[in-house]
């Protein structure tokens, strides 16, 4: 079956949302799915069902599916596996066109007969299924909270699958730390009628999707997949972390294992040729989608490197290198103002030593010298920021109240710097500080700010950005544009 | 030159010590020094020196190091590097034993006759020299803080030495989030003349010190490291993270190229001869000294994998197989008593699936069965541990008080509980979870807990310690017993 994209569209932004097993007991899906919604604040109306409770955390509940109003655009399923068939079959007489079937006990505990039987209800009743064994959706357009787990992950312009529940968990929670803001998640569970196809080609249809991810354990239609994929990355990027890999891992999967084991290469070369970004870990997946959503794509290999202290600038040359990145010499000119900034005994070299200066100014003026330098495609800057964060949480305060101010403020000055360097440039800046509280920042000014707790994380998102700019230049693709900064 | 270890338990001791550049201006190194070691408690006496003040910080200064008192262990020197060799002579007339040199401007600038002229100078004084260049030293016993930057380590059984002041810098502060304390720490700076030979063979004899780290960028007598380092995993773990292997990597580190160009296997190869556990990075540093700290070595290759959800038991089935280790099938007897506290559609697999359960005690119930079976020699244990930080973090709080206390009793009780299970399976049990909060755990009954905040990181650290085992059982080794539970 072959979903349009305005279906799913009606699927992701539900205003009329039904969940059928709602429940008074607070260590019940039932009750906490809605608690989810209700403290999401979503922008729509929520309908519980309940044969036996009137009122649930302040909602009217119906008693029944045939007596719910009409419209309902989505019912979640939190009910035993052994009557959502059932259930399915009364959302299809009321005419409720999508089901999330939270419910577990299908084809992933050895009931494959009984995950058929739902499908071929649920397509006789026309009503398409999320699931079933799903952990729930989350919409970033209408704030719907359709989840199992408790977690509030940021709205912003990331849509992510996951066929896993609790990797998919824990990745919404990695972007609330990360500043990546999602704009729709959905737990695909079983994948039994709605497949992770369906779902790429609405995240490559809709205009606010900016950076699509997935995390997949096995792919049952692999050419719908991969068609599905190249629609995404026409667009936009795709990053996908795989497992399952192992025959151990694709036996826990519940795949095939003679199937699997002959093609994590044919997948990868499937990747490769669609031009996805792989991730090995969910991690990968947030730092990817936080340097595609906030910058712009290296035009090549060549990365700067200015470093506050010697060691991180190694290690990120080494980094770069095994990365298949470049680190190239600089140019004369750029040489020449480095040289009016840095101490006379400077090594001249790329990556750019700071040797420890306290001058923040000299570390602007030699980050701004890089960026700008003909020779270099994204810069890195390592050890500047976070700074401030280092001398402010010395306990004890090493350091008076005016000098944590100052560094405050020089830190806070050379964060805009980087986002007016990025304009200016129109080359992708990244920051590493020690520091994980600096990876976060509110300010509108931080807009264009990426900030990785390690040279590792800044590495792997430069060449995963270069990956993709490297697969848009061969197809002639100038679709994605969405961070170009303005001319 | 060869330094027995009774010379650097002087050094790593030192009770009197001189900071010569004591400095009155707070942006000075020569007072953020002061400050580190009067905030870090130091259990001794400073003397700071300068010929212009009388007190600074509340401390008697004296003119010039011929005033000092006498019995001065060391001399910390941050003195600008054209008088450096002077200040020497005169340690070395006054008996000071030590220096650590903080000045920069010798071979790292361009001006290795200067340094050599320092070290022959020292040499004749008598004064042995960490560095030049170099970010200083901490000593956990002394509660010595003789630091440019301000970080407090916490205290216990490692010892670290870093070619990078800044490397050096993230591990100390990477320490404090990850609960590995610092018995010693050093910034070995340009090792003109004390080298990583003699910090090693002080690290091997000292009994204090549990487990041993050191960042790499270059060795120039490779094969008094290459002894020193087997004298150490002799006795105790040893984790490398070696950098510079690239050519612009090693450009950077200002190696030679020529010379650096073919060393990578060579180094690899004498790093698995003596048994030493290489990192990729500061993260891995810490993971390893972490597990190496508090757990028992794993006896074999197999892994139990117990998991709250599905995805991380195939994540993490992948990350043990690509990593050299295995996951084998349960025995039936372990099998029949997971049977009784899971339910009857469990996969009966390992990974060990809790299909999301609610019920904490089937957790424990499960791991404690894992951790037993005779198939098994380490235990992952994923999602459990965090399980009442996400639900006490969940904003507007979907669960109410009484539900959070009692998660939060479930979590108490389950991290015991891995306390007692690793006494008495004594096999290494390490816990995954999310929320980076929970990898501090200030109680007593958390001695025994390791807990990583991703699937990768708890796979390396197994990796990690089954390597040291296998080097160790190879050799007949028993000496590195100090995590065993009492029998």
């Known amino acids: 079956m072959s979903i349009s994209d305005r279906d799913l569209a009606r699927l992701f932004s539900a205003k009329r949302v039904a969940l059928i097993g709602a429940s008074a007991n607070p260590v019940k899906w039932g009750s906490i799915i809605l608690s989810n919604i209700r403290l999401g604040h979503f922008n729509g109306q929520v309908f519980p069902v309940n044969p036996r409770e009137k009122e649930i955390q302040g909602y ?34 009321k005419g409720i066109p999508f089901a999330i079937v939270i419910s577990a006990g299908f084809r992933e505990a050895g009931n494959p007969d009984k995950e058929n ?35 509030r992950p940021p709205v ?33 569970g079983n994948e039994a009628d709605l497949a992770i196809h369906d779902y790429l080609d609405f995240f490559a249809s809709d205009p606010e999707v900016k950076v699509v991810g997935a995390y997949i354990e096995g792919v049952t239609d692999g050419r719908a997949f991969y068609e599905a994929a190249k629609r995404v990355t026409g667009k936009k990027p795709l990053v996908i972390y795989k497992s399952g890999e192992s025959m151990e891992g694709a036996r826990a999967a519940g795949s095939h294992c003679g199937a699997m084991a002959s093609s994590p290469r044919i997948f990868q070369g499937a990747l490769d040729q669609a031009g996805i970004v792989r991730a090995y870990g969910t991690e990968h997946i947030v730092d990817f989608a936080r340097a595609f959503l906030y910058l712009p794509l290296p035009k090549g290999l060549r990365v700067g490197i200015v470093s506050w202290g010697g060691g991180w600038g190694v290690v990120t040359t080494d980094l770069c290198r095994k990365a298949g990145l470049q680190v190239p010499r600089l140019d004369q000119e750029t040489l020449e103002k480095l040289d009016k900034v840095l101490p006379e005994y400077w090594s001249r070299g790329n990556p750019v030593d700071l040797v420890g200066s306290l001058d923040l100014n000299a570390h602007m003026k030699a980050l701004e010298a890089v960026a700008l330098s003909p020779n270099v495609d994204a810069v890195l800057t390592l050890g500047t920021i976070g700074g401030a964060t280092l001398i402010k949480n010395s306990s004890g305060s090493v350091f008076g109240r005016a000098l944590i101010a100052a560094a405050e403020a020089a830190d806070a000055a050379f964060r805009e710097r980087i986002s007016d360097l990025i304009e200016k440039s129109r080359k992708p800046i990244i920051g590493v500080s020690m520091k994980n509280e600096d990876l976060q920042d509110g300010s509108s000014s931080g807009q264009r700010l990426v900030v990785y707790s390690s040279p590792e994380r800044g590495v792997r998102a430069i060449a995963a950005m270069a990956k993709y700019q490297s697969f848009c230049k061969a197809r002639g693709l100038n679709a994605w544009l969405g961070n170009e900064p303005a001319a």
């Open 60 to 93: 009217k509940v119906y008693p029944d599916v045939a007596s719910l109003p009409d419209g309902v655009d989505l019912a979640v399923i939190a009910v035993p596996a052994s009557v959502v068939m059932e259930t399915i079959r009364e959302c299809g007489y």
């Open 117 to 151: 039987a739902l499908v071929e209800a649920a397509r006789a009743s026309n009503v398409k299924i999320v699931g079933p064994n799903t952990m729930g959706i989350f919409s970033g357009g209408t704030g719907l909270h359709a989840l199992m787990p408790p977690v």
């Open 156 to 188: 912003g312009g990331f849509a992510f699958l996951s066929q896993s529940g609790n990797i998919g968990t824990q990745t919404l929670a990695l972007g609330g730390i990360n500043q990546v803001g999602f704009r729709y998640y959905v737990s695909s």
